[in-house]
């Protein structure tokens, strides 16, 4: 796949071709929006050459697969070669459901229905949207340059197909919590008790709502309302063959920039407000996050346990925090964000640096291995909630999103059910009915694009 050629195209919004193949298996897509700098590019893919779906009781070893379907990384120089160009030219993209942890350190976690641990695919072309100049690049890699050229224009064709019109409507007929509010708050509450007796310093307890879209209403649907009413830099979309992943996720997890000296970058958020309902109660509301000792400590916390994963695959030195504790505002809530970076050691690849930080930090809690059994006590198998939706190049670059504000949806006789989570990280201060708020505030978006 060392050959590359791309084509540039006029603008098309992505989630408008998307739908019109969105219902493929392994229609794959990377949407970015909200306008910040890590809003740039979207990526569309389809038809992988080759994929890869590992069970929760497959023995192997799910990042040697990852490297061995990748192949070795381009040597420095032979990387994304058009100047301007995306970071993400052609490589693996797919999903890592939460229980892939159990790889890392085993746990014996319980799966979630028939999600595989991991579920990704070789794409050789792709559509890559360029927010910022307004146009469309399609691009293709194959072994020489006509094999390349021919996928450019294949992809580039995926900008002539017609899609569906936008659904209107209730996507949902039914938005439900199985279990009352007062369980999550005992819930909470337990997790308090429990980092007071000194077992764990934090965990990320999370709610449950489920229910089934109207006749009709597919997946891509909610992506598409979703990404136009509350776009977000990190969401995402996968099509399996009866599943789907939906994620309007704010969240990046880790991302390495390919090259002689990779860098490493992750931005864990920890600390919500929901926005004012008007200027004056949005400013204050952004600075009491700003200015709230719990929500700083809990922020810190997970800012020293992803330092620690990323000093994993990192040289002695190289890990820092440019960013820390800063407020990043999204169409429903604010976040308090921050940003740990380093540089990979010579001779390891993405696939090692997802090994030594899978699950996210920020979704699970310190020590990150306990908090992972305090959870799995309290809740039912994650699938891909709190997993990652990934992308890897060919050159060696990689980055992926926590999939938080993320629907699960399995296809059945009567049409698409669905689950969706949110959660709030437990410190030893936290108050139950706080925290329970800060999740119906985190999951007001998804309830508002399925049930308005």
Request: charged fraction near 25%.
């Amino acid at each position: 796949m060392r050959c590359v050629a791309i084509i540039e195209r006029p603008w098309r919004a992505p989630d408008e071709v998307l739908a019109a193949f969105a219902e493929e298996p392994w229609a794959c897509a990377f949407l970015s929006g909200g306008g910040s700098a890590r809003a740039r590019w979207s990526y569309l893919l389809r038809q992988p050459v080759q994929t890869l779906a590992l069970a929760g009781d497959d023995p192997a070893d799910a990042f040697e697969a990852l490297e061995a379907l990748l192949g070795e990384p381009l040597p420095a120089g032979d990387g994304p070669p058009f100047q301007g160009g995306p970071p993400f030219q052609g490589g693996l993209a797919g999903l890592a459901c939460y229980e892939l942890g159990d790889r890392v350190e085993p746990l014996a976690l319980a799966r979630r229905g028939q999600w595989p641990d991991l579920a990704v695919g070789l794409y050789p072309a792709l559509l890559a949207f360029d927010h910022e100049q307004g146009r469309v690049l399609a691009i293709g890699r194959g072994g020489d340059a006509g094999e390349a050229r021919a996928r450019a224009e294949d992809a580039a064709g995926w900008l002539d197909l017609a899609a569906p019109t936008r659904r209107e409507g209730p996507l949902a007929v039914s938005f439900e919590a199985p279990l009352p509010a007062q369980a999550y708050e005992e819930a909470v509450a337990e997790v308090v008790g429990r980092i007071e007796a000194g077992e764990i310093f934090q965990a990320n307890i999370a709610r449950i709502w489920h229910g089934r879209l109207a006749q009709g209403a597919a997946p891509v649907d909610l992506l598409r309302r979703l990404t136009g009413d509350s776009p977000a830099p990190f969401a995402a979309y996968l099509r399996l063959e009866d599943r789907a992943v939906v994620s309007n996720s704010p969240e990046r997890f880790v991302t390495v920039a390919g090259g002689a000296a990779p860098v490493v970058e992750t931005r864990p958020i920890k600390g919500t407000r929901p926005r004012g309902r008007d200027a004056a109660e949005d400013t204050a509301l952004a600075a009491e996050l700003l200015a709230s000792d719990k929500d700083r400590a809990e922020n810190l916390m997970i800012v020293d346990l992803m330092r620690n994963d990323l000093a994993r695959v990192c040289p002695a030195g190289s890990v820092a925090v440019p960013e820390l504790f800063k407020v990043e505002s999204f169409a429903n809530v604010h976040h308090l964000v921050s940003t740990v970076t380093g540089r990979l050691a010579p001779g390891l690849t993405a696939a090692d640096l997802l090994r030594a930080a899978f699950p996210p930090g920020s979704v699970t809690g310190a020590p990150k291995v306990q908090a992972m059994k305090v959870i799995a006590g309290l809740e039912p198998p994650r699938g891909p909630y709190c997993g990652a939706m990934f992308w890897a190049g060919f050159d060696g670059g990689f980055d992926s999103n926590v999939l938080i504000r993320t629907v699960a949806l399995t296809q059945q006789g009567d049409g698409w059910r669905f689950e969706a989570r949110a959660g709030a990280g437990i410190v030893a201060d936290s108050d139950p009915h706080a925290e329970r708020l800060e999740t119906e505030a985190k999951i007001a978006a998804l309830k508002r694009a399925l049930t308005s």
